[in-house]
Antibody
Framework: QLQLQESGPGSVKPSETLSLTCSVS??????????WGWIRQSPERGLEWIGG???????GYNPSLESRVTVTVDTSRNQFSLQLTSVSVAETAIYYC?????????????WGQGILVTVSS | DIQMTQSPSTLSASLGDRVTITCRAS??????LNWYQQRPGEAPKLLIY???TLQSEVPSRFSASGSGTDFTFTINSLQPEDFATYFC?????????FGQGTRVEI
């Protein structure tokens, strides 16, 4: 059974870069038809899709975040990462890593347990 | 962006009840609609994809239907573990967007 686990700092200062890693176990990150991505959740914004990447490098990002987001896949470690630059206090949220199926249909499954990231000075 | 609107926001029900949640998209999304369950303190879990296809190992008391802009999600015979928040999500185009959620409470 595929499992995803987020890791990284639980706090970031405003204007700095948020960096998270997702470790994938129980299956290869090199599977076709899947992107590996990130979704965040806060009471103010609800669930918000951030974006993701295929292991071969194709990416898809939320246009509202695209200028600040990078998702990269490390096949040697079976993990992928998120970098979000110039964060603001409003981006305090639980960040989930997800496997994103993109084929005849399109959905997020499974999800990691989530990691709370607080943006505060 | 496609706006997803769920109703109701909160639903009070009892064990054994049949409950229905609706989700409306602000524009046509064919059948690119998914449903997720989120229990308190947990990550969302995919229940249904492509508007009506039950994900593997999801109990058959969950069902959904719809196409175009209007969708419904139903739980037959509510069980204790079903008290949670349910979200719809469109995958028709980018950015993928979610409804605001429907909390099913006792």
């Amino acid at each position: 059974q595929l499992q995803l686990q987020e890791s990284g700092p639980g706090s970031v200062k405003p204007s700095e870069t948020l960096s998270l890693t997702c470790s994938v176990s129980g299956g290869p990150i090199t599977a076709n038809n899947y992107h590996w991505g990130w979704i965040r959740q806060s009471p103010e914004r609800g669930l918000e899709w951030i974006g993701g990447s295929h292991y071969r490098g194709g990416t898809g990002y939320n246009p509202s975040l695209e200028s600040r987001v990078t998702v990269t896949v490390d096949t040697s470690r079976n993990q992928f990462s998120l970098q979000l630059t110039s964060v603001s206090v409003a981006e305090t949220a639980i960040y989930y890593c997800v496997r994103h199926f993109r084929g005849f249909t399109d959905y997020f499954d499974p999800w990691g347990q989530g990691i709370l990231v607080t943006v505060s000075s | 962006d496609i706006q997803m609107t769920q109703s109701p926001s909160t639903l009070s029900a009892s064990l054994g009840d049949r409950v229905t949640i609706t989700c409306r998209a602000s524009q046509y999304i064919n059948n690119f609609l998914n449903w997720y369950q989120q229990r308190p303190g947990e990550a969302p879990k995919l229940l249904i994809y492509a508007a009506s296809t039950l994900q593997s190992e999801v109990p058959s008391r969950f069902s959904a239907s719809g196409s175009g802009t209007d969708f419904t999600f139903t739980i037959n015979s509510l069980q204790p573990e079903d008290f949670a928040t349910y979200f719809c999500q469109q995958s028709f185009n980018s950015p993928r967007t979610f409804g605001q959620g429907t909390r099913v409470e006792i």
